[in-house]
């Protein structure tokens, strides 16, 4: 899934996490990290291409917004390994709780 690897590296994490907040320009972005602009503008176009980021113009100003697009495809694709897990857990519990019924002989009343 190419949108989590694109949020594997931690400025790219952070510069969503950015934009979670609201829309800003890559300038806006780039004073918040000691890193050069290339560096952020190379992290704005993984981004991008990752879909997690899309680019309007504003006059002189190139607005960079999250597209919510990227975060539904992670939200699904998390939904679906949870339930994968969900199911097999509850497997697991359904034969522990018949194996553990095997080995508990219940006591006789008198």
Known sequence: MEALAAIADPTRRRIVEMLAERDRTAGE???????SAPAISQHLKVLREAGW??????????????????????EGWLAR????????????????????????????SS
């Open 53 to 74: 980021v899309t680019v309007r113009v504003d006059g002189q100003h190139r607005v960079q917004s999250l597209n919510p697009k990227a975060i539904a495809e992670v």
């Open 81 to 108: 390994t949870k339930q994968f897990w969900s199911n097999r857990l509850d497997a697991l519990e359904r034969a522990l709780e018949a194996d553990r019924g095997k080995h508990h002989k219940p006591k006789k």
């Open 29 to 35: 972005i780039v004073s918040e990290f000691r890193v």
